[in-house]
C-alpha cells in the first residue's frame, strides 16, 4: 500500500479570521502607518512583560541596532555576542562600528557562557548581547554577577544611559523568548535592555516588525528615552505622522539626520489580535514539546531543555541534537524527513561558518563547542498550526527516518 505522505511545513504564521479582520478595520480606518494601534500594542506589550514602556519598530534588528546606538556604542567600541546565533545578533555591532566578540559555547550548551564572557570582557566592552535561544533565557543573573566583577575595567563615554549604569550593558537579544520567564521575571524585565522579533515565523508575528523594552535607568525618565528611540525611527523628526496630523500642528523640526525603521498600524493590528491569545499559544506549543519528548526519549537524541527549576521557555523552537551524527548524516536525515513530507531546519549555522564573518576573519576553528552543538542538530516543526495526528505523524516519520 501507497504510504500517505502529508505536508508538515516549518513554521508557518497562524493567521487566523479574527486577525484578518483587524488588519481590515485598520486599512479602512485611513490610518495605515505609525499611529493609534501602534501606540495601544506597545502599551500591552508592556503589560504582558511587566515594563514601563515598549518602543514598536521594523524588526528585532533595527530595535538592537538603535540601542546600541542611543547607548553610544561605536567605533573603539566592543560587543561580546555568542558565535552560536543568527546573524541579527551580530550585524547591528558592525553597523554602528564597533568591534564584534565572537565567544564560544560552553560543551553541549546552546546558550550564552557567562564565564567565557568574563574572559572576554576589557576596557573596550561596552555590551553584552546574550540571545535567548529558542525561547529559553540565558542565565542573567550569572551574567549580571561577571560584569559587576569586571565593573573596575568599565570606562564610560560621556553617553548618559554608559554614565547611568556605570558597567557593561546586557541588551538580550529576545527575538525568541516573548512569554519566557526567567526565576519569575519575564523576558523583558530581566536584562537591561530586551529587543523581540514578530517575524512570520515567531510565535507572534506581525509579519515583520519588532521592539525594544528596558528596565528602569538610574536618573533617566522612561517617556524621555522612548521619545528618543521614536525621534531615531522616524528620521529624528520631533513629531510623528499623527501628531502633524492634528489642526495647525504641521510645523517640526529634524533633531538630527535619523533612520527609518518604525513599525505600521497594519502590523500592529496584526499583533494587538495575536497578543490576545498568546498565553494559549504558548501554552500548546509546551504541549507540542512534551509529546516531542515522551516519543523521542528511548533514542540518542539530546534536546533543548525548556522547563527548569528557574526558567520557563516559551517554546519557540524544539533543538535537537541526534548523538553520533556528524554533518553529512544529519543533513540525509534531514532530507529523508523532506522525503515524508516534513520540513525541518537547523539553529544555527554558527557565525564563523559564514562568509561574510569569515571575511572578518573568524574562524570556526576557533569555536569548537558551537560547531559540536551544529554539527549534529535538526529543528522539528514547532507551532500552533500542527494538529494532534500531525504531531503523531513527525514522531513515527522521525522515528522511522532515523532507523535508516
Known sequence: MEKNIRNIPFSPPDIREEDINEV????????????????AFEK????FYHTKRTACLSSATTALELTLRLCGIGPGDEVIVPAYTYTASASPVLHVGAKLILIDADPDSFLISPKKVAEAITEKTKAIIP?????????????FEVVKERKNLFSSSDNPIQQAFGRVLVIADGAHSLGATYKGRMS?????????SFHAVKNL???????????????????????????GSLHGQSKDALAKTQKGSWE???????????????????????LKRYEQSIARRKAIIKKYNEAFKDLP????????????????????RVRGLDEEKRNQLIINLAGEGISTNVHYKPLPMHTGYQKLGFDIKDYPNAYAQYKNEITLPLHTCLADEEIEYVCQSFRSAFKR
Not at 188 to 196: K, P
Open 24 to 39: 481590515i478595520a485598520a486599512l479602512k480606518s485611513g490610518w495605515i502607518t505609525t499611529g493609534p494601534r501602534t501606540k
Open 44 to 47: 500591552e506589550l508592556s503589560k
Open 131 to 143: 540571545v535567548d535561544l529558542g525561547g529559553v533565557m540565558c542565565d542573567y543573573d550569572a551574567l
Open 188 to 196: 523583558g524585565e530581566v536584562a537591561d535592555f530586551t529587543t523581540f
Open 205 to 231: 508575528t506581525t509579519a515583520e516588525g519588532g521592539a525594544v523594552t528596558w528596565k528602569p535607568i538610574p536618573g533617566m525618565k522612561d517617556d524621555e528615552l522612548y521619545n528618543d528611540f521614536m525621534l
Open 252 to 274: 517640526y523640526d529634524i533633531v538630527y539626520p535619523a533612520y527609518k525603521c518604525n513599525m505600521t498600524d497594519i502590523q500592529a493590528a496584526l499583533g494587538l489580535i495575536q
Open 301 to 320: 537524541v539530546t534536546t533543548l531543555c525548556h522547563e527548569t527549576e528557574n526558567s520557563s521557555s516559551s517554546g519557540h523552537l524544539y533543538l535537537m
